[in-house]
């Protein structure tokens, strides 16, 4: 069996690590599609947000009370650079950290593509699933707000780190989409799984930017395995993270029936065939999709596993 997973930020690691352990008791092969959108060049760096969480924690190196970030950190690079007044100083780079970033850096500018560049890092981590990013190209989610009275579009991570989303906020633009391929293994992996699940990632800044890049989207929709997606909203509050705040900028309820209605049904132009939800939202009704019930909570990877089986048996 054949897993394709979109996903991206912590909870798109967390969930990947239960698509992890399931696949492992039934025998299958897992590849993560992960969102580059939070990407951002800072410090002459290039710092992949969504790659590096997943990479951590599936290889036991993240901070478990964070969520992101490696464990046992220090901030020496840190506070050197606010020492010497470089900017940005809303984004903290953990030294552990530089070393990811310095690797990273070093290979893209020697010319090889982000796909490949992860394959190396991943040497180090075995992730125990193959990880790609949605694209080799450039993708980075800006932020269209007001600040100080001018309407103007910031990158994602200042919008959410500097600002913590609170601005007026209007839309939410993948700069680069349009020009955007595809990094190799994308769509063969989309195209050849007997499973696409989506993970409960943010559905507007996690999924939204994979679905951007040409040609993904539709492989999804019209490939032959069945779609499920995992809501991200437990009871009318996202697990974690700012979707409210995304949402309510498209104006989606932040329900497990807005965000599963903004996917939408593949049988009127959507991706999904079957919808997880909590318990807790197990009255939603989508047309066109098949909708289950399991606890959503991801406390554990065994219980994340569980929610994983429970999405499978929807198809």
Not at 52 to 65: C, F, N, Q
Not at 85 to 102: C, I, K, Q, S, Y
Not at 293 to 315: F, G, K, Q, S, Y
């Amino acid at each position: 069996m054949r897993i394709v997973v979109l996903a991206g930020g912590i909870g798109g690691a967390r969930f990947l690590a239960g698509v992890r352990a399931y696949a492992a008791g039934v025998g299958a092969e897992v590849t993560a599609v992960v969102n580059v959108g939070d990407d951002i060049r800072l410090h002459g760096l290039r710092i992949c947000p969504d790659l590096d969480s997943v990479m951590y924690h599936l290889g036991g190196g993240a901070d478990p009370e964070r969520g992101w970030g490696r464990a046992d950190e220090t901030w020496t690079v840190k506070s050197e650079l606010a020492a010497y007044g470089a900017e940005p100083t809303w984004f903290g780079l953990g030294d552990r950290d530089v070393a990811t970033h310095l690797v990273r850096t070093t290979m893209l500018d020697a010319g090889y593509p982000l796909s490949a560049v992860t394959e190396a890092l991943c040497e180090r981590w075995r992730p125990g699933v193959r990880l790609l990013p949605a694209t080799d190209d450039r993708l980075e989610t800006h932020v269209v707000v007001d600040v100080d009275g001018e309407r103007r579009a910031v990158h994602f991570q200042e919008w959410w780190i500097r600002y913590r989303g609170d601005l007026p906020t209007h839309r939410f633009v993948f700069v680069g989409a349009d020009a955007a391929k595809p990094a190799p293994g994308v769509l063969d992996s989309i195209e050849g799984a007997d499973v696409v699940l989506v993970a409960p990632s943010n559905p507007v800044v996690s999924i939204a930017p994979v679905l951007a890049v040409a040609g993904v989207r539709e492989a999804v929709a019209g490939g032959s395995a069945p779609v499920v997606g995992v809501s991200p909203i437990i009871g009318g509050r996202p697990v974690r993270g700012m979707a409210d705040k995304c949402l309510a900028t498209l104006e989606v309820p932040c329900t497990a029936a807005g965000v599963g209605g903004m996917y939408g049904s593949r049988g009127d132009g959507g991706i999904l065939d079957g919808w997880l939800v909590d318990p807790a939202d197990g009255d939603v009704a989508l047309p066109g999709v098949r909708v289950g019930a399991a606890p959503l909570w991801m406390t554990d990877e065994m219980a994340t596993a569980a929610m994983v089986r429970a999405a499978m048996e929807l198809v």
